[in-house]
């Protein structure tokens, strides 16, 4: 994996720890020599941690009914 279509498509699996440790050492390494895929990481995990300062959020009121009349049709 040394193109960075390969790498960014793996990005948001590196975030979240869930690559197989091979993969993860590649994409590390590749990022790691690769200002544009790095670049995308970091955007990447900016984004991740703004989520999380959100905290949950609670679904709509209606969610309970778009759900039931989506399930019916």
């Known amino acids: 994996m ?7 498509a793996r990005l948001s699996d590196f975030t979240d720890g869930l ?3 091979d993969e993860h050492a590649a994409v590390l390494t590749h990022v790691r020599g690769c200002a544009d895929c790095s670049g995308v990481l970091a ?5 991740v941690a703004a989520a999380r300062e959100l905290g949950p959020v609670p679904p709509p009121e209606h969610a309970g009914s778009v759900t039931q009349a989506t399930i019916r049709h």
């Open 19 to 21: 690559l197989p440790p």
């Open 43 to 47: 955007d990447l995990e900016r984004l």
């Open 2 to 8: 040394t193109n960075c279509e390969d790498v960014q």
